[in-house]
C-alpha cells in the first residue's frame, strides 16, 4: 500500500512516499541516494546493508520502510559529524581494517551498535557479534583490533 513515510535520517527529517512493504535498503539507495547501504545477499545473513535503528543494528535489506515511521535511522553519511570521523571510521582506517570496502559501512555500523551497548566489549564479545557480518577480503583480525581500539576512544559509547 502507497503511503507517507516520516523519519529521521542521519539527524534530519526524512520523508517518503512508497509502497510501506519496500524494503529500508532500497528506499535508502534509491530515494536518498545512500549507496553506502550496499545490496549483498537479499536475506538479512552478510551485513552489507546493516544501518542503525534506534541505536540497533538492521538489516535494511529485511525491514520494510513501514517499520521505520516516527524513527532514527543512521547510515555511515550520518556518522561523521562535522567533517569529522567518527572514532570507529578513524580506527578502521589506522588499522586498515577493509580492502575492497563493500562490506565496511555495514561493519562499521554493527560496531557502532555494539559499543553503544557495551562499551567495553571483549575481544570474545566481539567476534561473537561481528560474527554475522561477512567479509570476503580477510580483514576480520583488523576489523576486530579497530573495535577495540574505537572502544578505548569513544570512553563508554560516547563521542
Same mark, same amino acid.
Given at each position: 500500500m502507497q503511503r507517507t513515510i516520516s523519519f529521521t535520517l542521519n539527524g534530519k527529517p526524512a520523508r517518503v512516499t512508497v509502497d510501506d512493504q519496500r524494503t529500508l535498503l532500497w528506499v535508502l539507495r534509491g530515494d536518498f541516494g545512500l549507496t553506502s547501504v550496499k545490496f549483498g545477499c537479499g536475506a538479512a545473513l552478510c551485513g552489507a546493508c546493516t544501518v542503525i535503528v534506534e541505536k540497533a543494528a538492521v538489516r535494511s535489506c529485511a525491514t520494510p520502510i513501514k517499520d521505520v515511521a516516527g524513527k532514527r535511522v543512521l547510515t555511515i553519511e550520518g556518522l561523521s559529524?562535522?567533517?569529522?570521523? &567518527?572514532?570507529i571510521q578513524d580506527a578502521f582506517l589506522k588499522r586498515h581494517?577493509?580492502?575492497?570496502?563493500f562490506c565496511t559501512p555495514g561493519m562499521i555500523l554493527s560496531a557502532y551498535a555494539l559499543l553503544l551497548k557495551t562499551p567495553r566489549p571483549?575481544?570474545?564479545?566481539?567476534?561473537?557479534?561481528m560474527d554475522d557480518n561477512l567479509c570476503r577480503c580477510g580483514? &576480520?583480525?583488523r576489523i576486530v583490533e579497530a573495535i577495540q581500539e574505537a572502544a578505548g576512544?569513544?570512553?563508554g559509547g560516547a563521542r
Open positions: 559529524q562535522d567533517r569529522e570521523l &567518527h572514532p581494517a577493509f580492502q575492497c570496502g571483549a575481544r570474545a564479545e566481539i567476534i561473537r557479534h580483514s &576480520h583480525v576512544s569513544m570512553k
